[in-house]
T-cell receptor, first 109, second 115 residues
Framework: AQRVTQPEKLLSVFKGAPVELKCNYSYSGSPELFWYVQYSRQRLQLLLRHISRESIKGFTADLNKGETSFHLKKPFAQEEDSAMYYC???????????FGKGITLSVRP | ETGVTQTPRHLVMGMTNKKSLKCEQH?????MYWYKQSAKKPLELMFVYSLEERVENNSVPSRFSPECPNSSHLFLHLHTLQPEDSALYLC??????????????FGNGTRLTVT
């Protein structure tokens, strides 16, 4: 069975500092990976997904199959990035998402 | 209203009560889900419905009973719950049941407290 591990519960940085939110997964095949975000008083929503190779709000995430990681990165954090971030994995079509426990990012002024 | 709407936002119930959570989506999606979000735990998938047919039941106790009368509505009927069932219950929908190409759209959730 697949598993998603987010080893840290909280990351606190100052505005302008780089951010890296860690995500590791265990799955023997080639999964699709996602990052979901929940801002204060808003609903959980998709931030980005590996298959799209996109940068959203300055965030990027690279799939490293050797290290089975999908870390979320941003070079310069903004206060509005403060939120709860969840990494998620699906093995493929018609398969469900498995979520990590999430990490709270706090960006201080 | 567009998106996924859940009611009520908050619910307090005793262990002997019967209540229902409601979810409605106006996105034209074919799949709907119930998730449980507890403190210090990952999001737990409870049920999946695809085209009104239950396709997944993740060993959820029978005191939780889902109902999907049509592709736009999803209910979670609750009876004789336990205090440990207190959590945030999230409804979500997606275009298709496979989340590979169909991202989840979540509601705001129902905060349930069982006393």
């Amino acid at each position: 069975a697949q598993r998603v591990t987010q080893p840290e519960k909280l990351l606190s940085v100052f505005k302008g500092a780089p951010v890296e939110l860690k995500c590791n997964y265990s799955y023997s095949g080639s999964p699709e990976l996602f990052w979901y975000v929940q801002y204060s008083r808003q609903r959980l929503q998709l931030l980005l997904r590996h298959i799209s190779r996109e940068s959203i709000k300055g965030f990027t995430a690279d799939l490293n199959k050797g290290e089975t990681s999908f870390h979320l990165k941003k070079p310069f954090a903004q206060e509005e990035d403060s939120a709860m971030y969840y990494c998620a994995l699906t093995p493929g079509a018609n398969s469900k998402l498995t979520f990590g426990k999430g990490i709270t990012l706090s960006v201080r002024p | 209203e567009t998106g996924v709407t859940q009611t009520p936002r908050h619910l307090v119930m005793g262990m002997t009560n019967k209540k229902s959570l409601k979810c409605e989506q106006h996105l034209g999606h074919n799949a709907m889900y119930w998730y449980k979000q507890s403190a210090k735990k990952p999001l737990e998938l409870m049920f999946v419905y695809s085209l009104e047919e239950r396709v997944e039941n993740n060993s959820v106790p029978s005191r939780f009973s889902p109902e999907c009368p049509n592709s736009s509505h999803l209910f979670l009927h609750l009876h004789t719950l336990q205090p440990e069932d207190s959590a945030l219950y999230l409804c979500a929908s997606s275009q298709d049941r496979g989340n590979y190409n169909s991202p989840l759209h979540f509601g705001n959730g129902t905060r349930l407290t069982v006393t």
